[in-house]
């Protein structure tokens, strides 16, 4: 698989003013450097908790905020530097779904109208193809014909996600980001819209870049997880790998915190952080982790670790893994005895 | 501080709303008992009626918009929905009856300090003196792990994050030594380590006060480290109420086990689709003479356009509203 999307040492970083002479007196840092990719046809889930960044990055990569530093390549061309027409062409080709889908439908336009836009912006075929491929993308989402002439208001959360998600697919992109899309949803619901996500793939030879703060949805869902953490990210695994064992400690935190539905089973030990996530304004020289840490060393605090690739492809960025192995479990250890 | 404990029983309680000429039944006859220091997991999708019935049973709902009316709504001897209901409100919620909700800066007025927020209802319940309401603010706030308290009270909501915020009004909720706990979805907008933070608070100031406490909620997996027993809610009626174990093992209302088998299906290692529950037909109502999980029920017959009510199955306690509950080992 070659890589479709490449991101290279992205950074956010949103000035903060002075209320009255505008002056810049500080910076929040969004997104502090991140690397990775994505192959054609992959589903790469972006995790991490409130405040992390993930969100930041999907909005980057479609240019809803501007990126402040790094490189991002589709399909071969650089996104940050296009404008024009090759704009427009890797817009086809890139498109989003959102978190709410309440906010992100126009209520004042028929659903017809909502799915067929990007046909009309892009000037795809004459107004008889497009209401014929509208049809189409209706029955693909599970909606019924009927649809096109309803507005949002008629449609659960579930449907207009579906509406959502039919609108992204209007141009047969490559890759879509979905940004929390199934958060907003019931569970018995976020099955569906998953399973839908998982047929359109099949059918469309999809990318999908998932941002999601639940752990849960992606073990089954995403081809490989990266982990962010105070923008940047941590950790990058397959599902398989990550759920039989963290090599970060933030990870390993974050699966033990996980609900899961077990009665009478022992619960695996929950490894509480020490303290919040680092302010977005700090810019501290060493790991971001450090202070809620249990298993920091002082080189921990001097200097930030590189992200290394493990003899089994795995990605992490912790001074205390070597050889594919945490060996802050056995410092752990040995702390204890 | 060991303080004797009443049961709360609700017997049929009716919440229905009406606005714009329409109506509906957001909680419908709902009954259930939670017995002294008990636990009870109330669980739905959103929607169902869930955080509607918390409202009302603290009566929090505009009667503009919404009528309640139920047979009786006891804490031990004191009827909440009897004659002289506004005086036994104001003498039992906030003092026997403490709760937490979903969104801590909402809950939160954001131009007061979080000392006179936590004041002035101790004040009020327990008569103490501003100097002994400000001790036992900061001692509260201790107790829920909030370092340096006695500065914290002279704060603003807006000083902290979200987990903190929530410490602070579980803090509030305890002031004056409440025998049950209503909890709406209190950690559903924290963090997956927060929300683990606040539930082992929650769960340790149980065991040291011997709390009784409603959670709702609509996480399933959440409620296996919470509840000692759990009521499913469809369409503003429990459907099944049980022990965890009867509810989570031996599921017998179709809705339940689809529920369970849908949030199962994300730890399954294999590949395959999710489990899902159909969706109800567009604009089939919930209003319906009979069972309203029929529309989506892969079992429903005939009998099921009459409506079911909860009827003990298989062991005692364990109740189920279905017409044709699934035996244990079926489909």
């Given at each position: 698989?070659?890589?479709?999307?490449?991101?290279?040492?992205?950074?956010?970083?949103?000035?903060?003013?002075?209320?009255?002479?505008?002056?810049?007196?500080?910076?929040?840092?969004?997104?502090?450097?991140?690397?990775?990719?994505?192959?054609?046809?992959?589903?790469?889930?972006?995790?991490?908790?409130?405040?992390?960044?993930?969100?930041?990055?999907?909005?980057?990569?479609?240019?809803?905020?501007?990126?402040?530093?790094?490189?991002?390549?589709?399909?071969?061309?650089?996104?940050?530097?296009?404008?024009?027409?090759?704009?427009?062409?890797?817009?086809?080709?890139?498109?989003?779904?959102?978190?709410?889908?309440?906010?992100?439908?126009?209520?004042?336009?028929?659903?017809?109208?909502?799915?067929?836009?990007?046909?009309?912006?892009?000037?795809?075929?004459?107004?008889?193809?497009?209401?014929?491929?509208?049809?189409?993308?209706?029955?693909?989402?599970?909606?019924?014909?009927?649809?096109?002439?309803?507005?949002?208001?008629?449609?659960?959360?579930?449907?207009?996600?579906?509406?959502?998600?039919?609108?992204?697919?209007?141009?047969?992109?490559?890759?879509?980001?979905?940004?929390?899309?199934?958060s907003a949803l019931d569970v018995s619901i976020q099955a569906q819209i998953l399973n839908l996500l998982q047929d359109l793939k099949r059918i469309y030879g999809l990318a999908y870049l998932f941002i999601t703060h639940d752990l849960g949805v992606v073990r089954r869902f995403a081809d490989r997880v990266a982990v962010m953490h105070a923008g940047r990210i941590v950790e990058?695994?397959?599902?398989?790998?990550?759920?039989?064992?963290?090599?970060?400690?933030?990870?390993?935190?974050?699966?033990?915190?996980?609900?899961?539905?077990?009665?009478?089973?022992?619960?695996?030990?929950?490894?509480?952080?020490?303290?919040?996530?680092?302010?977005?304004?700090?810019?501290?020289?060493?790991?971001?982790?450090?202070?809620?840490?249990?298993?920091?060393?002082?080189?921990?605090?001097?200097?930030?670790?590189?992200?290394?690739?493990?003899?089994?492809?795995?990605?992490?960025?912790?001074?205390?893994?070597?050889?594919?192995?945490?060996?802050?479990?056995?410092?752990?250890?040995?702390?204890?005895? | 501080?060991?303080?004797?404990?009443?049961?709360?029983?609700?017997?049929?309680?009716?919440?229905?709303?009406?606005?714009?000429?329409?109506?509906?039944?957001?909680?419908?006859?709902?009954?259930?008992?939670?017995?002294?220091?008990?636990?009870?997991?109330?669980?739905?999708?959103?929607?169902?009626?869930?955080?509607?019935?918390?409202?009302?049973?603290?009566?929090?709902?505009?009667?503009?918009?919404?009528?309640?009316?139920?047979?009786?709504?006891?804490?031990?001897?004191?009827?909440?929905?009897?004659?002289?209901?506004?005086?036994?409100?104001?003498?039992?919620?906030?003092?026997?009856?403490?709760?937490?909700?979903?969104?801590?800066?909402?809950?939160?007025?954001?131009?007061?300090?979080?000392?006179?927020?936590?004041?002035?209802?101790?004040?009020?319940?327990?008569?103490?003196?501003?100097?002994?309401?400000?001790?036992?603010?900061?001692?509260?706030?201790?107790e829920v792990g909030i370092v340096d308290a006695a500065h914290r009270l002279a704060g603003y909501p807006h000083e902290l994050s979200g987990g903190m915020l929530q410490r602070v009004t579980i803090a509030m909720a305890l002031a004056c030594e409440p025998e049950l706990l209503i909890a709406d979805e209190p950690t559903t907008a924290l963090d997956a380590t927060v929300q683990?933070?606040?539930?082992?608070?929650?769960?340790?100031?149980?065991?040291?006060?011997?709390?009784?406490?409603?959670?709702?909620?609509?996480?399933?997996?959440?409620?296996?480290?919470?509840?000692?027993?759990?009521?499913?809610?469809?369409?503003?009626?429990?459907?099944?109420?049980?022990?965890?174990?009867?509810?989570?093992?031996?599921?017998?209302?179709?809705?339940?086990?689809?529920?369970?088998?849908?949030?199962?299906?994300?730890?399954?290692?294999?590949?395959?689709?999710?489990?899902?529950?159909?969706?109800?037909?567009?604009?089939?109502?919930?209003?319906?003479?009979?069972?309203?999980?029929?529309?989506?029920?892969?079992?429903?017959?005939?009998?099921?356009?009459?409506?079911?009510?909860?009827?003990?199955?298989?062991?005692?306690?364990?109740?189920?509203?279905?017409?044709?509950?699934?035996?244990?080992?079926?489909?």
């Amino acid at each position: 698989m070659t890589s479709l999307l490449d991101v290279e040492d992205l950074a956010v970083t949103i000035p903060v003013r002075s209320p009255v002479l505008r002056r810049r007196i500080a910076s929040i840092h969004a997104l502090r450097g991140v690397s990775f990719s994505v192959s054609a046809g992959e589903t790469l889930a972006l995790v991490g908790e409130s405040g992390s960044g993930k969100s930041t990055a999907a909005r980057a990569i479609v240019r809803l905020v501007q990126a402040t530093h790094g490189s991002i390549s589709f399909n071969g061309q650089s996104v940050l530097e296009a404008r024009g027409s090759v704009l427009h062409a890797i817009r086809r080709n890139l498109q989003i779904v959102f978190q709410d889908p309440y906010s992100s439908l126009n209520r004042r336009m028929s659903v017809g109208d909502i799915i067929g836009e990007p046909l009309r912006a892009h000037t795809v075929g004459d107004a008889a193809s497009r209401r014929r491929r509208v049809g189409e993308l209706l029955a693909q989402v599970g909606l019924d014909a009927s649809a096109f002439v309803q507005y949002p208001v008629a449609f659960s959360g579930g449907q207009r996600q579906r509406i959502a998600i039919a609108r992204a697919l209007a141009l047969s992109p490559r890759l879509v980001v979905c940004d929390e899309a199934v958060s907003a949803l019931d569970v018995s619901i976020q099955a569906q819209i998953l399973n839908l996500l998982q047929d359109l793939k099949r059918i469309y030879g999809l990318a999908y870049l998932f941002i999601t703060h639940d752990l849960g949805v992606v073990r089954r869902f995403a081809d490989r997880v990266a982990v962010m953490h105070a923008g940047r990210i941590v950790e990058i695994a397959t599902p398989e790998a990550l759920f039989a064992g963290a090599l970060h400690p933030y990870t390993h935190s974050l699966l033990s915190a996980i609900p899961r539905i077990s009665i009478g089973e022992p619960l695996p030990a929950r490894i509480r952080l020490v303290s919040p996530a680092p302010s977005p304004m700090s810019t501290p020289a060493g790991c971001l982790f450090v202070k809620r840490c249990a298993y920091a060393v002082a080189r921990c605090g001097a200097e930030a670790p590189a992200m290394r690739t493990q003899p089994d492809g795995r990605q992490v960025a912790c001074h205390l893994v070597e050889k594919g192995q945490p060996m802050w479990v056995s410092a752990a250890r040995s702390i204890k005895e | 501080m060991s303080i004797a404990v009443s049961q709360l029983s609700v017997d049929r309680l009716n919440v229905v709303y009406r606005a714009a000429g329409q109506r509906r039944h957001a909680v419908d006859d709902v009954s259930f008992v939670v017995a002294p220091g008990e636990s009870l997991g109330l669980v739905g999708e959103s929607g169902c009626g869930k955080s509607t019935l918390a409202m009302a049973l603290l009566g929090l709902l505009d009667p503009e918009l919404a009528r309640t009316r139920a047979n009786s709504v006891r804490l031990g001897d004191i009827d909440l929905f009897g004659p002289g209901a506004d005086a036994a409100r104001s003498q039992t919620l906030g003092k026997r009856i403490g709760v937490i909700f979903q969104n801590p800066l909402v809950a939160l007025n954001p131009v007061l300090t979080i000392g006179r927020q936590m004041m002035d209802h101790m004040r009020w319940h327990l008569k103490l003196s501003a100097e002994a309401a400000r001790e036992r603010a900061a001692a509260l706030l201790s107790e829920v792990g909030i370092v340096d308290a006695a500065h914290r009270l002279a704060g603003y909501p807006h000083e902290l994050s979200g987990g903190m915020l929530q410490r602070v009004t579980i803090a509030m909720a305890l002031a004056c030594e409440p025998e049950l706990l209503i909890a709406d979805e209190p950690t559903t907008a924290l963090d997956a380590t927060v929300q683990a933070e606040i539930v082992d608070l929650i769960l340790a100031l149980r065991r040291s006060r011997g709390l009784g406490l409603i959670w709702i909620t609509h996480d399933l997996a959440l409620l296996t480290r919470i509840a000692d027993r759990v009521a499913v809610m469809y369409a503003g009626r429990i459907v099944e109420i049980g022990s965890i174990t009867q509810i989570y093992n031996r599921p017998s209302h179709p809705y339940t086990r689809a529920l369970l088998a849908s949030v199962r299906s994300m730890w399954e290692e294999s590949k395959g689709p999710f489990r899902t529950i159909p969706s109800a037909p567009l604009g089939s109502d919930t209003d319906l003479e009979g069972c309203a999980f029929r529309p989506r029920c892969a079992h429903q017959d005939k009998t099921c356009a009459s409506r079911p009510s909860l009827v003990v199955v298989g062991e005692a306690d364990h109740e189920v509203a279905c017409w044709r509950p699934v035996a244990e080992g079926g489909t």
